[in-house]
C-alpha cells in the first residue's frame, strides 16, 4: 500500500510524501486492511480515482491528531530585553517573530495515546513547539534552538516541557529519535540534548545583552564556563552558573548517561587509526559516525529515494538507502559533504551532477558530531558533579578528555584552521571466531552490498513491503509505524539496560560502555581528513575544543575568516553550489548560532567582531524577508539580504522554529542593530 500511494504515477500526493505517513487513520485497522483486499482483487495497476477514495475514507489529514494550545505564561507584549533593542523596525520585527511562539505551539491529542496503532505521532506528555509547515512534529535538534528562542522569550516553562518529551522518548526507546514519528525511529540526530538541559537548568543566561563574550567574563554572557580540561564553549556550562535548577539536573542526568550510551553502542561508534597531525605519529582512537538502522526507502520520501536508487543491484539499493538514511540522521540531508564525487566551487556545482547518487555517510566520521559528543561528555560529567554523583563525574571528565585528544590529534588541519572529517578506508577485520562486525563496522546484516569505504552494508531491518498487496504495509500509517518500530528493534535490547523498562532509566552507576571500550572486536579503520570546507568544521570551537585566547583559538577564528563562508548575509553552509539545500549558498539559523557562540566565547577581540558581523547580518537578512513575504524560513540565501534559501527534496518551509529561536537569541546578544 505504501508503494502503491507513493508511487502512482497519477500522483496521490505527489506534491509530498511526507503527506500520506503522516496521516492517521480514522476507521479502523481491520476496515482499512478488507478494503485494501478488495481493491486489490480489482483492476491492475489502481485508477487513481479508486486509490484516492480508498485514502480520503480511510484516512485523516495530517496534523488533525494535533492540537494548538497557548503557551504557559504567555503574552502578547513579549520578553522585556525587546524594550531595548534598535532601531524601532527591528523591535516591531522581533514582536512580530516572538508570537509566532504562539501560533507554532501543539500538543498531541489523547486518542493518540489511546490507539497509537492510528497514528505514526508519537504520544508525549506536555506540549511542544513545532517547527512549521511540512514539520508537524518535534525534531530533535530543532529543539535546541527553539528553547534557546523559548528562554530568551522568558517562555522557560515551555522548554522545560519540550525538554521532558525528548527525555521520555529516551525511556521508551533508549534514544532520542530524529523525531516524533515511528517511522523516525530507526535514528536520531545531532546529540544536543545535553546542551537542552543546561539551557532550561540555567545553565545559559538568558538574561543578560551585549557581547559578553569570553574575553568579557568567561563565558556566553557571562555563563559559559571552563571545564576541567581548558576548554570554553558556547554551549553553556552547569559549572559556574548563578541560579541552576539543581532538581532539574538529577531528573535529566541517566537521560543523559542513556543517550551517551546509545552513541557507543553498534554500528555508530569506530575504532579507527589515523596520523597525528602535529607529530605524523599513529593514534589510535575511538570515534563515531552517522548510522541509520535502516535499509529502505524512508517511508516519508518514499518515492524520492525509490527513484534515487532505480536501476541499481538490490545490495547496491539497500546500501544506498542506508546511507541516505544516515545523512538524514545527520540533520545535512542532504549536502556534498556526505558525497564521495569531489565537488565543485564553480557556478555550475558539481563536476559530474552525480551528487547524491555517490553518497557514502556511514563513511565519514564528521568533526561536529565528535566534538558534540565531547560537549555530551563534558556537561553529562558537570551536571553529575553538582548532584553529587563523584563516580560519574570523574568517569565523564575522562571520557571528553579522550575525545578532545583524539579530536585534536586527527581533526584539527593547522593550515586551514578548522577542524576536518575524516573518511573511512578499511585496516584490518576482526580475528576469526570473534563476534564483531563486517568490515562496514556494522554488526552483521542481510543485504552484502558493496560498501563506498570498502565494505560490506550491514543488514538491519527491512523496508516495509513494497508490493501492492503487501501484507506488512496494509495502511501507509501501519506500515510506517512498524518500519519505524522493526528499525528501532536492533538497538532496543541494549537501550534497556541503559535507559526504559519497568523502573525507568536505570541508575547512572549502572555499566556504562565507554569510548574508550567500543568496537571491541570489530574492524579497525584508517582515517584520513576530507578537505573541503563546511561550516561544520568549526563547530568544535562552540564545544570547547579549543582554550580561551589561545593559539588554536586564534587560528580557528582566522581559519573561518578566511574560508570564503563568511558572506553579506550570514555564514554559507558549504563553498560548493550542488543544488542540495546543505550547500552553498544557502545558510542555516543553527550553524549561525553556533559560529557565533563559538566566536564569542573565543576570548578574542577577532571573534567577538566577526560574531557581531555575523550576527547583524543574520537579523539583517531574517528581517528583509519577513518585510517582503511576512515569513521567517527554514533557510536563506546568504548571496544577498532578505534572499529565501532554496533546493533540497522538498518545497522551502516557513514558520520556522529554529530561525525564530536564533534571531530572537541574536537580539537579546545584539540590541543595538543600527
Known amino acids: 500500500m505504501l508503494a502503491c500511494v507513493q508511487q502512482h504515477q497519477g500522483g496521490v500526493f505527489k506534491h509530498d510524501s511526507k503527506h500520506f505517513v503522516d496521516c492517521p487513520v480514522k476507521t479502523s485497522l481491520a476496515r482499512v486492511r478488507e478494503a485494501w483486499r478488495q481493491l486489490e482483487a480489482g483492476p491492475q495497476p489502481l485508477p487513481l480515482p479508486q486509490l484516492t477514495a480508498f485514502v480520503e475514507e480511510h484516512f485523516g489529514e495530517p496534523g488533525s491528531d494535533l492540537e494548538v494550545v497557548e503557551p504557559v505564561g504567555w503574552s502578547d507584549e513579549g520578553p522585556a530585553f525587546l524594550e531595548g533593542v534598535l532601531p524601532e523596525g527591528v523591535r516591531s520585527f522581533g514582536v512580530e517573530v516572538y508570537r509566532l511562539w504562539r501560533l507554532l505551539h501543539r500538543r498531541v491529542c489523547a486518542r493518540v495515546a489511546q490507539s497509537p496503532e492510528l497514528h505514526t505521532l508519537l504520544p508525549l506528555p506536555h506540549p511542544f513547539v513545532i517547527p512549521g509547515d511540512r514539520f508537524r512534529e518535534v525534531y530533535y535538534w530543532d529543539s535546541y534552538w527553539i528553547m534557546r528562542g523559548l528562554v530568551a522569550s522568558g517562555l522557560r516553562e515551555t522548554a522545560t516541557d519540550m525538554l521532558r518529551n525528548l527525555m521520555s522518548m529516551v525511556e521508551r526507546h533508549g534514544h532520542v529519535p530524529n523525531g516524533s514519528r515511528s517511522y523516525y525511529l530507526n535514528r536520531s540526530q545531532p546529540p544536543l540534548l545535553s546542551a537542552m538541559v543546561a539551557t532550561c537548568a540555567g545553565c545559559v543566561d538568558a538574561g543578560s545583552a551585549g557581547s559578553g563574550g569570553a574575553g568579557a567574563g568567561g563565558g556566553v554572557d557571562g555563563a559559559g564556563g571552563v571545564d576541567g580540561a581548558g576548554g570554553v564553549d558556547g554551549a553553556g556550562s552547569v559549572d559556574g552558573a548563578e541560579s541552576v535548577d539543581a532538581a532539574l539536573l538529577a531528573e535529566a542526568l541517566p537521560h543523559l548517561v542513556a543517550t551517551w550510551e546509545y552513541w557507543q553502542r553498534g554500528n555508530k561508534a569506530v575504532r579507527v587509526v589515523g596520523a597525528c ?398
Not at 336 to 350: D, L, V
Not at 408 to 431: I, K, S, V
Not at 527 to 543: E, G
Request: charged share 20%; with cysteine.
Open 277 to 674: 597531525g602535529a607529530t605524523g605519529d599513529a593514534h589510535a582512537a575511538t570515534l563515531y559516525r552517522y548510522h541509520a538502522e535502516w535499509d529502505g526507502p524512508r517511508p516519508e520520501s518514499y518515492r524520492e529515494d525509490a527513484s534515487l536508487a532505480e536501476g541499481l543491484p538490490e545490495a547496491a539499493q539497500r546500501e544506498m538507502w542506508r546511507h541516505v538514511a544516515s545523512a538524514a540522521e545527520s540533520g545535512w540531508d542532504f549536502s556534498s559533504r556526505w558525497f564521495a564525487e569531489e565537488p565543485s566551487t564553480s557556478a555550475e556545482g558539481s563536476t559530474t551532477g552525480s551528487g547524491l547518487r555517490t553518497i557514502r555517510t556511514c563513511c565519514v566520521v564528521p568533526a561536529d558530531l565528535a566534538a558534540l559528543l565531547v560537549l555530551t561528555a563534558r556537561h553529562i560529567g558537570e551536571c553529575a558533579r553538582e548532584v553529587g554523583d563523584e563516580g560519574t563525574a570523574v568517569r565523564f571528565e575522562g571520557e571528553a578528555s579522550r575525545l578532545r585528544t583524539s579530536i585534536d590529534a586527527l581533526m584539527w588541519c593547522e593550515e586551514d584552521g578548522c577542524w576536518h572529517d575524516l573518511l573511512l578506508t578499511p585496516r584490518t577485520q576482526p580475528a576469526a571466531g570473534t563476534s564483531g562486525g563486517t568490515t562496514d563496522g556494522t554488526a552483521g546484516g542481510t543485504s552484502g552490498g558493496t560498501s563506498t569505504c570498502g565494505g560490506t552494508a550491514g543488514g538491519g531491518a527491512a523496508a516495509a513491503s513494497c508490493s501492492v498487496g503487501g501484507e506488512a504495509a496494509v495502511a501507509a500509517t501501519v506500515a510506517a509505524a512498524e518500519a519505524g518500530a522493526a528499525a528501532a528493534a536492533a538497538g532496543a535490547g541494549a537501550a534497556k539496560a541503559a535507559s526504559c523498562g519497568d523502573g525507568g532509566v536505570a541508575s547512572t552507576a549502572a555499566a556504562v560502555g565507554t569510548g574508550a571500550e567500543a568496537g571491541a572486536g570489530a574492524a579497525e579503520w584508517s582515517v584520513s581528513q576530507i578537505r573541503r570546507t563546511y561550516a561544520s568544521n568549526w563547530v568544535p570551537l562552540w564545544c570547547g575544543c579549543a582554550r580561551a585566547g589561545s593559539v588554536r583559538a586564534a587560528t580557528a577564528v582566522d581559519g573561518l575568516e578566511r574560508s570564503g563562508l563568511v558572506w553579506e548575509a550570514g555564514v554559507r553552509t558549504s563553498l560548493y553550489p550542488t543544488g542540495e539545500q546543505w550547500d552553498s549558498p544557502n545558510g542555516w539559523a543553527p550553524l549561525q548560532h553556533m559560529l557565533v557562540e563559538g566566536l564569542r566565547s573565543s576570548g578574542l577581540a577577532q571573534g567577538d567582531a566577526l560574531a557581531a558581523r555575523i550576527a547583524r547580518a543574520w537579523v539583517a537578512t531574517n528581517a528583509a524577508a519577513f518585510s517582503a513575504t511576512g515569513h521567517m524560513h527554514e533557510k536563506y540565501d546568504t548571496g544577498h539580504v532578505g534572499g529565501a534559501g532554496s533546493g533540497g527534496e522538498y518545497a522551502p518551509q516557513v514558520g520556522f522554529g529554529w530561525s525564530n529561536g536564533v534571531l530572537l537569541d541574536f537580539l537579546r546578544m545584539y540590541p543595538d542593530q543600527r
